[in-house]
């Protein structure tokens, strides 16, 4: 039996760096079976196997996104996943449920010590924000490997924190302005610390792009809400009585439509500019990534964001929630297809990372809703 | 030895850089059989020693296997082999093979291995369960107890505010006055160190609550209903007998422990405290806890020197009442109404042998009683 294999190899073994191809494996739908054996073993295991099944699912996510045909892999395990929930339960979840306790015990629950406890212990937990998304990230990253080799973080969660508490507290004092300037610079943070193998990413790139569209919604968000209440407003004068009583009827069928009518259309625009933000940034946020000699491309579209998020919104409601797997695969995968490595990299120069792998879970960000996938 | 079976193309990665080469690969009896594309090297990954990239799931079409060759190799055939090397595969039929030589490399197989651990740890749960039940244990009024009272009251003042949505309290001075003297009586009566607070609500449900932090709810409806302030005082002295049981607090502690094990089913997310009081104001007690508020209040009226048959007068009333009053607002059950039988709670009272009763309010002090919410 013999092989070609040898004029491939000379292909791919080039010094100088080659083409980076993604793709993504398989449908979605694959994971159907999956989702329903996990819901079932979560129920009869009274939940504990919820944390084993998510991380099955991330296993066959991760192995349906081929770089040069061959797949990543997720490396983490259930029982990290476990052990940072638990972690996070009994150390910070329920000493600040016993110091608000306490609180309320020795100084009444009305005094003022009391209520600044509470402040501290929720801005304790705000703190922790930033922290957990770091971690969260970090986590992912060291446990994603291709060919042998796994990605990883650089720097310190608490660098990362602090920036991401002040940019937060400017967030009200800029009325939201901010937020374009802001999203940059986390980017810019969390890529630039990013590694794959004994390599960084990098990041280069600023905001400016990303306020047209910012200052659409900025401007038009509240727009469009003023004119669906004026819109509100007229059909409801119409349906006052004309006559001396002025009392309200009842909207008729008609009015009743309109006003259904005019709350989809305005919802539908406000999510299309949300959406077109939201496409923008992700796309520009990818083309500023770069690796050795090549660029991200990413071509997200709002509509397509849009599609996305209503179908896997339909699939998860309708499945009462047990095909979420299936809806995370289809996010995935609708990133992957519109994923691209542009450019070359000298993929056989990149080593293993010899950063430690930490043991910790990602408990912080399942605690806070920051978790993504 | 090689000769019949068969040989795949597969990329291996030796783990040190993300440089791939071909390989030729054979499932053989001790392990995969890897031979370099010029024939050179040979090595031998055994198959224990192989974890998947993911769990082989049926039908998969490729696989990635990873080698991490157990610490003690010197009974390793090849020295060349190297831990955390890849390979990876794309031939369904190579896939097939390898399970069969891999059992556990399979999604079925890794699926059971992390299942049962929480199959154990849930049967325990539930055999704990099970023996509290039938042991008669009360965790949850254990811990009520262990929870200081400055707590409880906090608790009960936002269950409170939870409960009555912003509605009026009722207090003319004569109908708070009225109310005192019925509370002076009962709390003697009862020889608690720490007295009840009770409030009385603008509210046309005819209800009666005891919440944490020994408080009682009165509502506008429950006191146009009775027909004597001996009728009132049964029903404060019967809300009295869940506070001295601690009822409503061990409610709170099992509403919190059942949120916390609702929040590790659903692996976090949701709010945990806030709805606690809504929830609390949908329980019911058990038949058993209702009994025993009875036997409180029979005895505390006895004490207090108020006739307990007025209790069981009220109660024959409001099963009068049943089929008229409407189910109202999410308290649709009202808690007076509910088990042991009315014909039951009536029957226990009235074989109470009499004691001497004296009277407990005036005519016009029970009226502006019932007229307290009258501005």
Same mark, same amino acid.
């Given at each position: 039996?013999?092989?070609?294999?040898?004029?491939?190899?000379?292909?791919?073994?080039?010094?100088?760096?080659?083409?980076?191809?993604?793709?993504?494996?398989?449908?979605?739908?694959?994971?159907?079976?999956?989702?329903?054996?996990?819901?079932?073993?979560?129920?009869?295991?009274?939940?504990?196997?919820?944390?084993?099944?998510?991380?099955?699912?991330?296993?066959?996510?991760?192995?349906?996104?081929?770089?040069?045909?061959?797949?990543?892999?997720?490396?983490?395990?259930?029982?990290?996943?476990?052990?940072?929930?638990?972690?996070?339960?009994?150390?910070? #979840?329920?000493?600040?449920?016993?110091?608000?306790?306490?609180?309320?015990?020795?100084?009444?629950?009305?005094?003022?010590?009391?209520?600044?406890?509470?402040?501290?212990?929720?801005?304790?937990?705000?703190?922790?924000?930033?922290?957990?998304?770091?971690?969260?990230?970090?986590?992912?990253?060291?446990?994603?490997?291709?060919?042998?080799?796994?990605?990883?973080?650089?720097?310190?969660?608490?660098? #990362?924190?602090?920036?991401?508490?002040?940019?937060?507290?400017?967030?009200?004092?800029?009325?939201?302005?901010?937020?374009?300037?802001?999203?940059?610079?986390?980017?810019?943070?969390?890529?630039?610390?990013?590694?794959?193998?004994?390599?960084?990413?990098?990041?280069?790139?600023?905001?400016?792009?990303?306020?047209?569209?910012?200052?659409?919604?900025?401007?038009?968000?509240?727009?469009?809400?003023?004119?669906?209440?004026?819109?509100?407003?007229?059909?409801?004068?119409?349906?006052?009585?004309?006559?001396?009583?002025?009392?309200?009827?009842?909207?008729?069928?008609?009015?009743?439509?309109?006003?259904?009518?005019?709350?989809?259309?305005?919802?539908?625009?406000?999510?299309?500019?949300?959406?077109?933000?939201?496409?923008?940034?992700?796309?520009? #946020?990818?083309?500023?990534?770069?690796?050795?000699?090549?660029?991200?491309?990413?071509?997200?579209?709002?509509?397509?964001?849009?599609?996305?998020?209503?179908?896997?919104?339909?699939?998860?409601?309708?499945?009462?929630?047990?095909?979420?797997?299936?809806?995370?695969?289809?996010?995935?995968?609708?990133?992957?297809?519109?994923?691209?490595?542009?450019?070359?990299?000298?993929?056989?120069?990149?080593?293993?990372?010899?950063?430690?792998?930490?043991?910790?879970?990602?408990?912080?960000?399942?605690?806070?809703?920051?978790?993504?996938? | 030895?090689?000769?019949?079976?068969?040989?795949?193309?597969?990329?291996?990665?030796?783990?040190?850089?993300?440089?791939?080469?071909?390989?030729?690969?054979?499932?053989?009896?001790?392990?995969?059989?890897?031979?370099?594309?010029?024939?050179?090297?040979?090595?031998?990954?055994?198959?224990?020693?192989?974890?998947?990239?993911?769990?082989?799931?049926?039908?998969?079409?490729?696989?990635?296997?990873?080698?991490?060759?157990?610490?003690?190799?010197?009974?390793?055939?090849?020295?060349?082999?190297?831990?955390?090397?890849?390979?990876?595969?794309?031939?369904?039929?190579?896939?097939?093979?390898?399970?069969?030589?891999?059992?556990?490399?399979?999604?079925?197989?890794?699926?059971?291995?992390?299942?049962?651990?929480?199959?154990?740890?849930?049967?325990?749960?539930?055999?704990?369960?099970?023996?509290?039940?039938?042991?008669?244990?009360?965790?949850?009024?254990?811990?009520?107890?262990?929870?200081?009272?400055?707590?409880?009251?906090?608790?009960?003042?936002?269950?409170?505010?939870?409960?009555?949505?912003?509605?009026?309290?009722?207090?003319?001075?004569?109908?708070?006055?009225?109310?005192?003297?019925?509370?002076?009586?009962?709390?003697?009566?009862?020889?608690?160190?720490?007295?009840?607070?009770?409030?009385?609500?603008?509210?046309?449900?005819?209800?009666?609550?005891?919440?944490?932090?020994?408080?009682?709810?009165?509502?506008?409806?429950?006191?146009?209903?009775?027909?004597?302030?001996?009728?009132?005082?049964?029903?404060?002295?019967?809300?009295?007998?869940?506070?001295?049981?601690?009822?409503?607090?061990?409610?709170?502690?099992?509403?919190?422990?059942?949120?916390?094990?609702?929040?590790?089913?659903?692996?976090?997310?949701?709010?945990?405290?806030?709805?606690?009081?809504?929830?609390?104001?949908?329980?019911?007690?058990?038949?058993?806890?209702?009994?025993?508020?009875?036997?409180?209040?029979?005895?505390?009226?006895?004490?207090?020197?108020?006739?307990?048959?007025?209790?069981?007068?009220?109660?024959?009333?409001?099963?009068?009442?049943?089929?008229?009053?409407?189910?109202?607002?999410?308290?649709?059950?009202?808690?007076?109404?509910?088990?042991?039988?009315?014909?039951?709670?009536?029957?226990?009272?009235?074989?109470?042998?009499?004691?001497?009763?004296?009277?407990?309010?005036?005519?016009?002090?029970?009226?502006?009683?019932?007229?307290?919410?009258?501005?």
């Amino acid at each position: 039996m013999t092989h070609s294999f040898e004029a491939r190899d000379a292909m791919s073994g080039d010094a100088r760096g080659e083409p980076v191809f993604v793709r993504w494996s398989g449908s979605p739908w694959d994971l159907v079976g999956l989702s329903f054996v996990n819901f079932f073993l979560t129920i009869i295991t009274l939940g504990i196997y919820g944390f084993w099944g998510r991380t099955e699912v991330r296993r066959r996510i991760w192995s349906s996104i081929r770089l040069q045909d061959e797949p990543l892999a997720y490396t983490g395990t259930g029982g990290e996943l476990f052990k940072g929930f638990l972690f996070v339960v009994l150390v910070v #979840f329920i000493p600040g449920l016993l110091i608000l306790f306490a609180a309320a015990a020795i100084f009444g629950d009305r005094s003022i010590a009391y209520g600044v406890t509470n402040l501290a212990v929720y801005m304790a937990y705000f703190l922790l924000m930033g922290v957990a998304i770091y971690r969260a990230r970090r986590y992912r990253l060291t446990r994603t490997v291709w060919r042998g080799i796994r990605g990883g973080m650089s720097g310190s969660p608490a660098t #990362f924190a602090w920036l991401w508490i002040w940019t937060t507290a400017l967030i009200p004092v800029t009325l939201g302005w901010i937020l374009p300037w802001r999203a940059n610079r986390l980017q810019a943070h969390l890529g630039r610390e990013t590694t794959f193998g004994d390599r960084h990413f990098t990041y280069a790139g600023s905001s400016s792009r990303l306020y047209g569209p910012f200052a659409v919604l900025w401007v038009g968000g509240p727009i469009l809400v003023a004119v669906l209440f004026a819109l509100v407003a007229i059909i409801g004068v119409l349906s006052v009585d004309g006559g001396s009583q002025a009392s309200m009827k009842m909207p008729s069928l008609v009015q009743v439509v309109m006003l259904v009518g005019i709350f989809v259309l305005g919802m539908l625009a406000l999510s299309v500019i949300g959406a077109w933000y939201r496409s923008r940034t992700f796309n520009l #946020f990818a083309a500023y990534t770069g690796f050795d000699r090549a660029k991200l491309g990413l071509r997200t579209t709002a509509w397509g964001l849009i599609g996305l998020a209503l179908s896997n919104f339909l699939i998860t409601i309708f499945s009462l929630g047990i095909l979420r797997p299936v809806a995370q695969a289809r996010a995935a995968k609708y990133l992957i297809d519109r994923l691209s490595i542009d450019g070359t990299v000298d993929v056989t120069g990149i080593l293993q990372s010899q950063a430690a792998l930490g043991k910790g879970g990602e408990g912080l960000a399942q605690m806070f809703d920051v978790d993504a996938f | 030895m090689l000769s019949d079976t068969e040989s795949f193309v597969g990329r291996y990665g030796d783990g040190r850089s993300a440089a791939s080469r071909h390989v030729e690969v054979f499932v053989g009896p001790q392990g995969l059989e890897i031979i370099e594309a010029d024939g050179s090297g040979r090595r031998i990954w055994a198959y224990d020693a192989l974890a998947s990239g993911s769990p082989i799931a049926k039908h998969a079409p490729d696989v990635l296997v990873t080698f991490f060759p157990v610490p003690d190799a010197a009974a390793d055939p090849s020295p060349t082999t190297e831990a955390g090397a890849t390979l990876f595969i794309a031939d369904p039929r190579f896939v097939a093979q390898l399970t069969l030589r891999a059992p556990h490399l399979t999604a079925g197989r890794s699926r059971w291995r992390y299942a049962i651990p929480g199959l154990i740890g849930s049967a325990a749960i539930l055999a704990a369960a099970l023996i509290i039940w039938l042991a008669d244990l009360s965790p949850s009024r254990t811990i009520a107890m262990v929870v200081p009272q400055a707590v409880w009251r906090s608790t009960g003042e936002s269950v409170f505010q939870n409960l009555t949505q912003g509605k009026a309290i009722c207090a003319t001075d004569a109908g708070r006055q009225a109310l005192d003297r019925i509370m002076t009586k009962l709390s003697t009566a009862a020889g608690t160190d720490a007295p009840f607070d009770v409030r009385v609500i603008d509210w046309s449900l005819l209800n009666a609550f005891a919440l944490p932090g020994r408080r009682i709810i009165l509502t506008r409806a429950l006191l146009e209903a009775v027909g004597s302030a001996e009728e009132l005082a049964g029903v404060v002295a019967h809300e009295m007998g869940h506070g001295l049981e601690l009822h409503p607090e061990a409610s709170v502690v099992r509403v919190l422990g059942l949120s916390a094990g609702l929040k590790i089913l659903l692996s976090g997310g949701g709010d945990t405290i806030a709805n606690v009081g809504l929830l609390l104001a949908q329980l019911r007690y058990t038949r058993d806890a209702e009994r025993s508020a009875d036997a409180h209040a029979v005895a505390i009226l006895r004490r207090a020197n108020i006739s307990a048959q007025a209790l069981a007068m009220f109660f024959q009333k409001l099963k009068n009442l049943d089929g008229g009053v409407k189910s109202s607002g999410v308290l649709g059950a009202e808690i007076l109404r509910t088990h042991p039988s009315i014909a039951e709670r009536v029957d226990t009272i009235a074989k109470i042998p009499s004691y001497p009763t004296e009277p407990l309010l005036t005519d016009a002090q029970f009226q502006s009683l019932k007229g307290i919410c009258r501005k």
